[in-house]
């Protein structure tokens, strides 16, 4: 398969999860990424685990964010190790790190710098809140920066009190904002032959995903979000049905959809609370808990038949173990097997991205520290 | 200069998903071109989110839609169709989410298109696939939600399923989208080739739950189990999550539980000494921790946290964010203006290139606004008299 961006050279000086998940996408568009890792201990997530997973002696996480990667161990503290890096750099196309302001700087590796040994580098930088300002030098880190970000009062109902996304959200939209941002930059070079400086944050990152309803609020003279206090309403913006019921066997999620249609098809009487367009607006909160009555009634399956049947958008609501067993998950081929060497396997998922009719897996597995250390010194004659 | 300048984006889409990657676009120097149905346009112009009215259209739109033109096409009309041929094969990128077969039957899939135009990028954003058995079914972030398993993680244990409260698979899919066809611009720019993206809601949800399900195809199959209370990630021990504080809410993410009891004052947290603790005993330690935490207020908490590197925060809503210096200083407001000249407020794109803001005062577009412009730039008459 021609990949986009292969020939390119990719250096991630990143740890945990927003840079080096933009380390990961580039990596499944094609380029070689390689990880420069602090010796003995490398990136803080190899030891950083959920559920006590480990993989040899690496953790499970670390190797979903850092398969196909490579590992070139270096001190940055280390005079010489400095000097084979500042090689290193002199041939690569893209940088990424996401120390917290000024430790760059101190180590003589900040986008200034770096350009005079490579004019041409792409060089990404991904911080908490921004270089400037009060929070510059707090922790980046996701559930902070969604507690900061106002995102907690969009999910749930009204008496939970602030409800955070359940993934790391910000890491996540962020490493996407940083590809994107890395490959605008490519196209920049290859136009006007100069490095780019690229820079996002987590804040910025969640306050994008937001851009939406904060548009709104900005519009509407600063009203903050207003949830619903019925269970299973799953949007502060949007009237019923949106939301989630339980069912006899289960839940079923209802979109948007026209309500006196719907209520009509379930045979559920709405006509006190529903008197026009607006209705389902203003008594959203009671509107919910009346169908809620209604959805108890039956199996999930008879209601997604009977609703899509005549049209209305709505699933049932799967977990992951039925999730992964329909047809369509199996279809669409989420899965991709890893080859971790010695044998060794191990599942995990593919790049979202098909290009040109073909899904862009990769069957490499994450390095262990260092890995590539020797290799590399050899074939870029840093020794 | 913005690194897309001078590039063409024809944009067919609707709703949020493929409009969101066409507006990266345009931020980052794309012209971007909605084409949009004749009398309707995109339905997103009136699928109103609370009451909010602005101008005559949906909030969300002037959101997902600013800095774009709008070409207003009937594409069921022979001279319409070639006018949207000739802009295509002028174009650099093409984007559509219509349901798999539309374009087909249309004449602008992906055969048809690259025989207009050999190097375009054509990018497509579906549901479910383009073949399998669901590829019909409708692509709506909450069903897409809901059909994931993305709604077992976020509130407690006994919340039931549920949702994030944001059309966040949406946002992911435009997000990857946009991704795969920047790849493919920076090939086109390298050796002239076209490329063919295309994006599912349903991979793009599961690639945002990458930890979790790989997690789940590695730990047996187990379900995720959310905390009873104050859960913020059903795959972290104890303290991960947000407590009621005296006079607010504060956000911890780590530390030792006996380090945290030792600092805030807690005795009963000094117990719990072995690591493990910490996920297996949660439940027990977060009630501890919620009941201690209400007691004091949060600069209290704060004041005793933050000096010893314990990661915290303070909890916002958006009021008190807005008036924060550590907000202000990001500059993420700007204004636009509407041809007509209406001005409203939104947010700017969260990418800074060499050190600028990607910032545009270019408001959404009224349907069909760009129609004549478009025409004489684009359409020679013998276009439409060939028809």
Partial sequence: MNRPLEGLLVLEFCQFLAGPSA?????????????????????????????????????????????????????????EDLEKLKKLIGKADVMTHNFRPGVMEKIGLDYASVQNINPKIIYGMVTGYGKEGPWKNKPGQDLLVQ????????SGVDTDGPVPFGLSVSDIMC?????????????????????????????????????????????????????SSAKGSAHAYLSAPYGMYETKDGYIAMAMGNLPNICAIINCNISDLYVEAGSAFENRDKLIVRLAETFKKQNTKKWVDLLESHGIWCAEVLNYQTATNLSTYKKLEIEQELNLGDGKKMKTTVSPIRLDHQKLTASKGAPKLGLNTADI????KLD | MKPLEDYLVIDFSQFLSGPSASLRLADMGARVIKIERSGVGDICRTLYTSNLIMNGESSVFHAINRNKESFEVDLKNEVDCEMVRELLKKADIMIHNFRPGVMERLGFDYQSVTALNPTIIYGEISGYGTEGEWRNKPGQDLLLQSVTGLTSLTGNANSGPVAMGLSIVDMLAGAHLAQGLLACLYRKAIKNEGGFIQVSMMESAYDFQFETITTFMNDGGELPQRSEKNNANAYLGAPYGIYQTENGYLALAMGSIPQLGDLLGCDKLLAYEAVEEAFDKRDEIKAILASHLSTETTETWLSKLEPADIWCADVLNWNALLDHDGFKVLNMIQEVEMVDGYRYKTTRCPIRIDGELLTSTKGSPKLGQDNDRIVKEFITQKTIANV
């Fill in chain 1, 23 to 79: 380390g990961l996408k580039l990596a499944d568009l094609g380029a070689r990424v390689i990880k420069i890792e602090r010796p003995n201990t490398g990136d803080a997530c190899r030891q950083l685990s959920i559920k006590n997973l480990f993989v040899d002696e690496d953790s499970l996480l670390f190797h979903t964010i850092n398969r196909n990667k490579e590992s070139y161990a270096a001190d940055l503290k280390n005079p």
């Fill in chain 1, 377 to 380: 010194n050899k074939e870029f």
């Fill in chain 1, 175 to 227: 490493g996407n904002h940083l590809v994107q941002g890395i490959m605008a930059a490519l196209i920049k070079r290859a136009k006007m032959g100069k490095g780019v400086l690229v820079e996002v944050s987590l804040l910025e990152s969640i306050l994008d995903v937001q851009f939406e309803v904060l548009t709104t609020y900005l519009n509407d003279g600063g009203k903050l979000p207003d949830r």
């Fill in chain 1, 147 to 154: 507690a900061v970000s106002g995102l907690t009062f969009l």
